[in-house]
């Protein structure tokens, strides 16, 4: 007959707590309110409050006062519990459940890294408030999460293997200037404020603002030509760019954008 290990457990437990004579009686003594000042050795003790022990010592004290030969089986069999929870958790954070939504949703996200509340809508016919309600869960269970730029929430998966760079990059070329900026330092490298607004028509304090934000996250650098500011990509942008426009981003995401003057 085939015995279970678990309801053993369980049932010697069980004894122990019915058994056992220190159980049946429970003294609960308060603390001094004062210690006297003149003694310099007291008891070895110390009064701990009862919430403030942890579930492992708790049960490894009582072990070894009722029964010390269990004490190393019940420790066992305490982290054996705690070590199947915590895999079952990492296992659970690997897939999205088997919601046909929720699946269709993540595997939007992986294909197009970086979209958008309204984008995922589109791409799936779902309502916002239902993309929003499984883009919740799938944060929530460790599979995807949204990077910020300006008031532009993208999704990323968390199996993607993008570094930030490549994340912020992403998220920027949502951004139709910063798109135009971007592709202009392709073809134009060390290019001027001016010579960048008036490439792609926008005001010189518009390229300032949209290029601090660019240098803030690493895609691109300055330096100083006497009173001229001329901006750059950073190689490192430049090697990412490079994989963006060789595929691993949609299709179009890379248009060209207008020649310099």
Sequence with gaps: MHQNPAAISVLIMTLLL???????????????AELPANVTFIDDEEFVPIWTVSPMRLLTYYTL???PALAVPVCLLYSSGILAFLGY??????????NPSRLQICACIKENPGITVPEIADATDFSRGTVN??????????LVHRKGQGNTFGYFAYSDSLDATEEHLLMHLKNQTKKSLISLLIEAPCVSQSEAAEAIEVSRPTIAWHMERLIRDGLVEYR???RTVRYRLTDEAGEVLGKIRKGRTEEGLMDKGPATA
């Design 224 to 226: 100083r030509d006497g």
């Design 65 to 67: 006062i009722h029964c």
């Design 133 to 142: 309600y499984h883009l919740f869960r799938l944060q929530r269970k460790g």
């Design 89 to 98: 958790r990492r296992a659970s954070r690997q897939r999205p459940s088997d």
């Design 18 to 32: 019915l058994w056992s004579p220190a159980a049946a009686k429970i003294v609960v003594e308060p603390a001094p």
